[in-house]
């Protein structure tokens, strides 16, 4: 299997760490987005959002991080990391809706102003978007919060893909001055999960600098 990539995409370790998790190989495939990489025919026959991270499993292809989570937890037989209780089932899929639809988002503003801009020398961080993004920000995170209040894992001590889905966004939180002072919750929930060989292992892809 071939997973296309910009390597430091919370989008894309997401799905490299839950391969890890599963003992999934595989082939790694950056995409220089600087480079316009996504944009070239052959990649757009891919994916045609032209968006990393895109899974090609012997001709089949699929797009959008959370769906590649699913496929690559359903590949790894019973050693998964979906629950078999129907009810936390949709739990997790709630929590994945949940960081695509809300908490993503707020992150990624936060993630583009701080980190990306500077990082990509195209300009300042914009101080009204981060102001206008911060009633969300806190709105979910005091949410995530809440949940993980003496829980190990989102869905309690079940493991699943939700974690790996919601973690991703903390890998970047210093680098892009989260206000996380108020979430000790996640603080250590998002610690013991990126402390993982899994989730080391899928850092270690993010070149220097
Ligand atoms: N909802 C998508 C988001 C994917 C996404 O936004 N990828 C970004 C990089 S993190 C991208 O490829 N941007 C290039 C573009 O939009 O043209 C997912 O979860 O996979």
């Not at 071939?2 to 003992?23: H, I, K, T």
């Not at 908490?103 to 101080?127: H, R, S």
């Not at 709105?139 to 894992?153: C, E, M």
């Amino acid at each position: 299997m071939q997973l296309y990539v910009f390597p430091p995409s919370p989008n894309s370790l997401c799905c490299q760490a839950v391969a890890n998790r599963c003992g999934i190989e595989l082939e790694v495939i950056p995409v220089d987005l600087p480079g316009g990489g996504h944009m070239q025919p052959e990649f757009v026959k891919l994916n045609p959002n032209h968006k990393i991270p895109t899974l090609v499993d012997d001709g089949f292809s699929l797009w959008e991080s959370s769906a590649i989570m699913l496929y690559l937890a359903q590949q790894a037989g019973d050693a998964n990391l979906i629950p078999e209780d129907a009810k936390l089932r949709v739990q997790m899929a709630q929590w994945m809706f949940w960081k695509t639809a809300h908490f993503g988002p707020a992150c990624g503003v936060y993630t583009f102003e701080n980190l990306v801009k500077p990082m990509m020398g195209i300009g300042e961080p914009d101080a009204a978007k981060i102001e206008n993004a911060a009633e969300d920000f806190h709105r979910f995170f005091t949410v995530l919060n809440d949940q993980l209040a003496g829980k190990q894992y989102v869905l309690g001590s079940t493991e699943s893909i939700a974690d790996y889905s919601i973690v991703t966004w903390l890998v970047h939180a210093e680098a892009a001055s989260f206000p996380m002072q108020d979430y000790e919750e996640i603080k250590r929930w998002a610690a013991e999960m990126l402390a993982t060989d899994h989730w080391k292992a899928a850092l270690a892809t993010i070149p220097a600098g």
